[in-house]
């Protein structure tokens, strides 16, 4: 039987992407706040905030630490990714992360220029309607990650259908 890791987050950035090399392997990562509205039995409005650990690798990575931003709203597509450790004291800690595949900004007034870069690769399409502006970053699977650098990664871009 085949099994689905998809993860889907609408959520705000709780501080700027945290960068780290690897052999030449860009991770950024950076926690997003979900919030959940419901009415409690006396009728009552509450907020309900979940916090995520989003992953970025590669190129994907190197677009997060040019964009990304604390308090940003962000769509992100990924998968959920379990990892072990040892602390400082020899405890044995686990964590879940989402790993990202794309993610769109959808933070308001958004400025999307210069969004086409040689170094990564990019390319950006926007849509902008009544001043609301949405960028959506992709990586191309087309390729191979085993042989190529950051730099050879290259980006596509998904367009909202206006209708």
Known sequence: MIGV???????????????????????????????????NHDGIKVDETEWHNIVCWRGLADVADKFLRKSMQVYIEGKLKSRQWEDKDGNKRRTVEVVA????????????????SNTFHAQSNTTSLDDFTTTDFSLDTDSSFADLSSDDLKFKTNRDLPF
């Open 5 to 39: 890791n998809k993860v889907i987050l609408i959520g705000n950035l709780g501080k700027d992407p945290e960068i780290v090399m690897f052999d030449n392997v860009k991770k950024a990562s950076f926690p997003l706040a979900t919030t959940e509205q419901y009415k």
């Open 101 to 116: 595949e794309n993610f769109k900004i959808l933070t308001r007034n958004y400025s999307a220029q210069n969004t086409t």
